[in-house]
């Protein structure tokens, strides 16, 4: 698999408490990856440690491959947008973003004007950023990110706050970035629903440990809708259910869970009394990506 | 480290504080003219420098390097300023969050901080040359600074006052970068540049000789006493000592600041 970042147990600790503790993830290059948690969980913790903002107490991490003082060197590859976008207020957008540029050596006025057309902000001419609105300051952090042409970019809770408009030109932005420029992109954002429509890649983090890792189908698979039927034979319902034609099957404990053809269940009963199981349970189980979470981190009261 | 630097300057010329401060700066620059005329004509606060030289005693009412030191030292306008601004530049990138966008992008956090020191002390330079010169320029029109100038006491008093303004700079950078706090940092840099801790100083030092007999004015070792005190016409040794006290407080406030950058989380 390549991986463009992968941690190795990763670890902040203030005092006593750790924020972030033996967090291990793995990026794959060219993914969105969505880092699911709730507020305090440890998020902006791990992805300040992958931006360079903060030192880790244990645990290192690694970029393209590389790890140590070469991780360091990577770093110029890495575009950050952690908390709120770091920007002068009474500089323009372009103002704002040469600021950044003549850190980097890029003189390119054009390139730095693309970047604004990229992210919807090349008509905000001498407006100042202080008179920008949270989805326009947000947009604009994206582009400062995009300064130094990164392959990683990180970005924290760049939704929080924005109305409905705003999401969605935010969702275009991503993939955009993602799709059209190959930019790997770790997102965090506790709004499940808006991260399900983006990431391709998902980590659940709680109290600062990561809970799970997944792809967006195993994710996907444990959420949506399903037959969950329980039987006193699982070997011969499973046969029965393959001669049937059903494949998207799984068995979960004492259950068989199958994703497909789900109003069926009727000739699923019939067919199983025709060859003496007994059906004790059928039912259309629903588990959105938000009731699966709570399941994770040990239900609503948590939240 | 050029391209930082360039940065720096480049959001200090962006900055409205930047001009705030010139233009008080300007203003300060006439009123601290208006003072020294009156000054000059109050036989009461005369200024007058008494100089041995082979033909007996040269009487010189006003001197480049009295104009000099009133303008930078006595009249505490300037100090205060600069420290107002060091404070705003050393903190601006953090109090906005910007410093989120570099600290992330370079390997080196000293030389991030270096080329931030040196863009800072740049600035500081230009303000010092400009306004002693211009002060200077005034006054010679004014109040006839120069009848009996002595220019090798004058560049000396330049360098030693400059060396001393940079040393206070650059303390006012490394307590501000070390409390990420503009108010904490504004505060502190404004109780040393009006004086208020000399007193202090004053009081350790009394203190100091009291309990050991020692003949040493503690003081002296202090930066900002040394500064005050420092007039131009204090001897070679003193000068020395002073020249030695702005360097080991620019040297040690310097490297705190640059090394200790390095265990410091960016928590914008």
Redesign the interface.
């Known amino acids: 698999m390549d991986y463009i970042l992968t941690t190795n147990e990763l670890t902040k600790q203030y005092g006593s408490y750790k924020a972030s503790n033996e967090v291990s993830i793995h990026v794959q290059r060219g993914a969105i990856y969505g880092l699911i948690g709730r507020n305090g969980a440890g998020k902006t913790t791990l992805m300040k440690m992958i931006g360079g903002l903060s030192r880790p107490t244990s645990g290192s991490y690694e970029i393209r491959g590389k790890n140590g003082e070469t991780t360091e060197k990577m770093m110029s590859k890495v575009g950050i947008l952690i908390e709120a976008p770091g920007l002068y207020p009474n500089m323009t957008a372009m103002q704002n973003l040469t600021t950044k540029a003549i850190a980097l050596g890029i003189k390119d006025k054009k390139y730095l004007m693309g970047l604004l057309e990229e992210v919807g902000l090349a008509d905000t001419g001498k407006k100042k950023a202080k008179q920008f609105s949270l989805g326009m300051k947000q947009r604009l952090g994206i582009a400062m990110a995009l300064v130094n042409k990164p392959e990683l970019l990180i970005l924290d809770e760049p939704i929080n706050g924005l109305d409905p408009q705003g999401i969605a030109e935010m969702r275009n932005i991503l993939h955009h970035l993602c799709y059209d420029r190959g930019i790997t992109i770790l997102i965090s954002s506790h709004i499940l629903d808006e991260l399900s429509k983006v990431a391709t890649q998902y980590g659940i983090i709680h109290e600062g440990t990561l809970l799970e890792e997944e792809s967006k189908e195993e994710l996907f698979s444990k959420c949506c809708e399903r037959l969950e039927l329980k039987t006193n034979d699982i070997s011969k319902t499973l046969e029965i259910l393959n001669a049937m034609g059903f494949s998207k099957i799984e068995v979960k404990d004492d259950a068989i869970n199958i994703y497909e053809r789900l109003n069926e269940s009727g000739a699923i009963t019939i067919a199983l009394a025709k060859e003496n199981v007994q059906t004790n349970e059928i039912a259309l189980k629903t588990e959105a990506l938000e009731d699966y979470y709570f399941q994770l981190t040990g239900g609503k009261e948590n939240v | 480290m050029s391209?930082?630097f360039?940065?720096h300057m480049?959001?200090a010329s962006?900055?409205?504080s930047t001009y705030v401060i010139l233009i008080i700066l300007a203003a300060s620059l006439f009123m601290t003219l208006g003072l020294l005329v009156i000054a000059y004509d109050n036989p009461l606060t005369a200024m007058v420098t008494v100089t041995m030289t082979e033909s007996g005693l040269e009487i010189n009412r006003l001197t480049p390097t009295i104009v000099h030191m009133f303008y930078i030292q006595s009249s505490n306008t300037y100090l205060i300023l600069v420290t107002v601004f060091a404070v705003i530049f050393t903190n601006?990138?953090f109090t906005?969050?910007?410093?989120?966008?570099?600290?992330?992008?370079?390997?080196s956090r000293r030389t991030l901080v270096f080329s931030k020191w040196l863009a800072l002390v740049t600035c500081i330079s230009a303000s010092y040359i400009v306004y002693s010169f211009a002060g200077l320029g005034l006054s010679a029109v004014c109040v006839k600074a120069f009848e009996s100038a002595r220019w090798g006491d004058y560049w000396v008093g330049f360098f030693v006052t400059y060396l001393c303004l940079i040393s206070l700079v650059t303390m006012v950078f490394w307590i501000t970068s070390l409390f990420k706090s503009p108010a904490g940092g504004m505060v502190i840099g404004i109780l040393i540049s009006s004086g208020t801790f000399a007193l202090i100083e004053i009081l350790i030092a009394g203190l100091f000789a009291r309990t050991t007999h020692l003949d040493i004015n503690l003081a002296d070792y202090f930066l900002d006493y040394a500064f005050m005190s420092y007039n131009g016409s204090i001897g070679t040794s003193a000068t020395i000592r002073t020249i030695c006290v702005a360097l080991v407080y620019l040297g040690l406030a310097l490297t705190m600041s640059v090394f200790l950058s390095d265990?410091k989380?960016?928590n914008?």
């Open positions: 391209n930082i360039r940065m480049y959001r962006k900055a409205v601006c990138d906005r969050g910007f410093a989120k966008n570099t600290y992330s992008m370079f390997e265990r989380d960016v914008v």
